[in-house]
């Protein structure tokens, strides 16, 4: 499977999700999860693929250059809106997975940012784990407010192709 249709896949979720979601489920926070609600880690996500996107015309994806606390994080339809919008521009984007691309992190709270060589391939990769794993929080604060996703939302594909084997 390409890794662009996979993200835009794992977005198309999201978006699946949100859905079935209201404003008052969307911005619950719960202080199981450090006070940040689905907003919270939609937002989070969001950030990483701009981030990427950004990427793909500088030459370095800055994962850290975030915006916290904005609307995408209180509005669910803005939130849905610009997952379709980065589903979008995914679609039409013609991104060489091979072409090497700097990765800036900060690795720790002390001492320099790092900076290090990867493809936009290998950043799409970790794009799906990223997501996978916020989606798995997600689907965790939306069973609690009764919501229930769809079996393989916030499931690793790995996970899924194992029980799928072990199915059958």
Known sequence: MNLIRANCEL?????????????RTFVAEDSASYGSGIGAHFRH???????????????????DDRNRGTAAESSRDLTCSTLESIKAEL??????????VRVKVSASTTGEDVHSLSSFGR???FLVSHTVH??????IASRMQGIYPNESFGVAPSTLKYLSATRS
């Open 45 to 63: 996500v969001l950030d990483h693929y701009r981030s990427f996107l950004a990427g793909v015309e500088s030459g370095l994806i800055d994962y």
């Open 134 to 139: 916020h989606y798995a929080l997600i689907a």
């Open 123 to 125: 950043e799409l990769q």
């Open 91 to 100: 679609e039409a984007r013609s991104v060489e997975e091979d072409r090497s």
């Open 11 to 23: 977005l198309q979720q999201g978006i699946d999700l949100l859905e079935r979601h209201d404003d």
